[in-house]
């Protein structure tokens, strides 16, 4: 089987298991998470969450910057008031720099330019949770009264460690 | 006990069950998945996912011009694939126009101004399905090769609609 009949026969199954009906729009448990597009990650793992709970964003990274629109969408009209922002061991970001996804673009896409795009990449964890948290806190499009807790989740563990947590 | 009071005791309980210890940093099944934020979707029921397995990309509307960085990112850097597209009914994104959002906000954050920013919602959902695909499609930074499958989420049922499968 290809990778996608394998992703239909799983949702077959669980379709199949589907039994709550059409849960509403706005998350429960009123809380927006952001982090990494990373493979390691099962969010409904790492935080606890069945369908319905929480918005969840996700990018490379987990970087706030490119997740500031989907989180004032959830705040403004779906209710959330808690941010939590986690970042992670081994993240993918950590291993190169702009110039070098632009070479490797260059190289391997026919010549194709993209050092027009800023691919975020950053140097150390624990300082980039502390500046993505800080971007969300000082942005005029969150409200000052949501708070916003920074964490890195540990690849090798599951585990979560707080970072900078309000 | 507050929201992450609970998801702090959660992750106790999921790092305690914790026995792969660290997986590779590349994903398993190599695929990339965009889908929403929405809470209602858990993409590792919805596609059938464990740690390890795939790169989950989440914004408000699963929306592919934003999940272009880190498209590009999984594909040159970490040797995903096979693109899946994944958008749903019942997205908030239907429901309302830039117009609605600007003033939102300048009402509720005391006259921020978001007139600069384009919250991507829209109309017509296969529509916008078909539209995403083909923003990838067409883009010089996604590699002809890599198929992209666009899907429909029906979440009073959790089932997968296939709409445009390469």
Redesign the interface.
Known sequence: MT??Q??????E???HS?TQ???P????????IVTC??????P?????????????????GGRTP?????L???E???GTD?I?VAQHT?C??L??ENKD?HA??HK???G?D?TH?D??PFKNLEQNVRDDVRFLRES??I?KHI?I?GYVID??????IAVD?E
Chains 1, 2 share one sequence.
Request: no cysteine.
């Open positions: 990778i996608v394998e992703i239909q026969a799983a949702n199954a669980y379709a589907w009906g059409q849960l729009l706005p998350p429960a448990r009123k809380v927006a597009m990373d493979a390691r990650i099962i409904a793992h790492t935080f606890g969450l069945k369908e319905g709970d929480a918005h969840v964003i996700r990018n490379a490119e997740a500031l629109r989907s004032v969408i959830s403004q009209l779906l808690t939590i081994d993918g970001m291993t190169f996804i490797i673009i391997n896409l026919a194709a993209a795009i691919f975020l005029p499009l409200p708070p807790h690849v090798s563990s599951g585990k979560l947590s």
